[in-house]
């Protein structure tokens, strides 16, 4: 069975500085691996995914994340953290075997700090 | 594209009652998921269809949790009787066909309490 965990409850990071979400997952087969972002009162939103490809990917907002395979790590990234971007994200796997059962992470909740 | 609809966007309601939500998927999209989220408990996934069947439905937690999808455009989730720790963001979301690897999009949540 397919899980996924963030260490973290919460991070802090000033604004202008990276900001790093970590998320760490375990599946059978090959994962696919995506990040969302809820703020207050809201739905989920899509940020970015790992299919296939490369290590890297690129998502909405200026996000990235990097797939590793051998860390089993997906963790989130941003270069220069906004205070808008303050939310709760959530890290989820799906196993490429397992059909479309998708499963969240606890998330973590990221404060950006003016 | 409207998105995934959801309603009622909030819901009280008395212990024993029965509650029945909706949820209108993306059309077009022939995989629908019901998750709940809670403080405890985090997000979970209750059940999801494919093409208005259910493949899964290991995380519905009692018999008092139903939920149906009639045709494509629709599905309901059903509480009853209602309890109040049954109080929680109910999500349905929803994605396209084919490729497994495909992105659930969620709508707004509805968002029930039980007294």
């Known amino acids: 069975a397919q899980s996924v965990a963030q260490p973290e409850d919460q991070v802090n990071v000033a604004e202008g500085n990276p900001l790093t979400v970590k998320c760490t997952y375990s599946?059978?087969?090959?994962?696919?691996l995506f990040w969302y972002v809820q703020y207050p009162n809201r739905g989920l939103q899509f940020l970015l995914k790992?299919?296939?490809?490369?290590?890297l990917v690129k998502g909405s907002y200026g996000f990235e994340a990097e797939f590793n395979k051998s860390q089993t790590s997906f963790h989130l990234k941003k270069p220069s953290a906004l205070v808008s971007d303050s939310a709760l994200y959530f890290c989820?796997?799906?196993?490429?075997?397992?059909?479309?059962?998708?499963?969240f992470g606890a998330g973590t909740r990221l404060f950006v700090k003016a | 594209d409207a998105g995934v609809i959801q309603s009622p966007r909030h819901e009280v309601t008395e212990m024993g009652q029965e509650v029945t939500l909706r949820c209108k998927p993306i059309?077009?999209?022939?995989?629908l998921f019901w998750y709940r989220q809670t403080m405890m408990r985090g997000l979970e996934l209750l059940i999801y269809?494919?093409?208005?069947?259910?493949?899964?439905d290991s995380g519905m937690p009692e018999d008092r949790f139903s939920a149906k999808m009639p045709n494509a455009s629709f599905s309901t989730l059903k509480i009853q009787p209602s309890e109040p720790r049954d109080s929680a963001v109910y999500f349905c979301?929803?994605?396209?066909?084919?490729?497994?690897?495909?992105?659930?999009?969620f709508g707004e949540g509805s968002w029930l309490t039980v007294v």
């Open positions: 059309s077009g999209h022939d995989y």
């Open positions: 269809f494919n093409n208005n069947v259910p493949i899964d």
């Open positions: 979301a929803s994605s396209g066909q084919g490729f497994s690897g495909n992105t659930i999009y």
């Open positions: 989820a796997v799906r196993d490429e075997t397992g059909g479309f059962k998708t499963i």
């Open positions: 790992y299919i296939t490809g490369d290590n």
């Open positions: 599946v059978s087969g090959n994962p696919y």
